[in-house]
């Protein structure tokens, strides 16, 4: 095994970075970056849309939803953070600003007025979507051989496939 060396690279603004020595690639590192921005993007927009119907939910269903709607966007919160911070440790920078994240997540804003059956449903489509991406970035991550990244997208698909059959379960008849 090689002596890791920290090099120095100076950046106009005066900012300093340093080379990161993980055996993983800059090439790989980025792509995967990139992706979990992506998955950042949207988790962070799922939430705002679970707590804006935890908010707003009436109906028979209002105390169930409500409960569960208060689980799930508290588990986001918290998810969202590890995620910000994966991007950190592969040695990007994690976009967190709402222009960024509409340009950059496929979740559909909230809308208001709706039942609570039909804000079950918005939400199912969203976790369900939200499932497709955390399965593409682990398809990504286990490429370049990143294996905490592989991690972190099955224990994401554990809780949003669990989230989706809940929510699936409001709806079936």
Known sequence: MEKVELKEIQFPNSHR?????????EEGREK???????VLA??????????????NVRGTLFKSLHDLTEEQYTELFEAIDDVAERIRALGFEAPGTFSVFN???SVKEAKGGLSDLEMSADLLETH???ILKLR??????????DEVTVDMMVARLTVHEKS?????SFIER
């Open 17 to 25: 970075k340093i080379e990161l020595h993980t055996g993983l690639d």
């Open 32 to 38: 995967v970056a990139k992706q979990l921005s992506s």
């Open 42 to 55: 949207d988790s962070y927009l799922l939430m705002l849309k679970t707590h804006y119907y935890h908010w």
């Open 103 to 105: 340009k950059i997540s």
């Open 128 to 130: 369900e979507n939200l």
């Open 136 to 145: 593409e970035t682990l398809n990504i991550a286990d490429e370049i051989g």
């Open 164 to 168: 989706a059959w809940m929510l699936r």
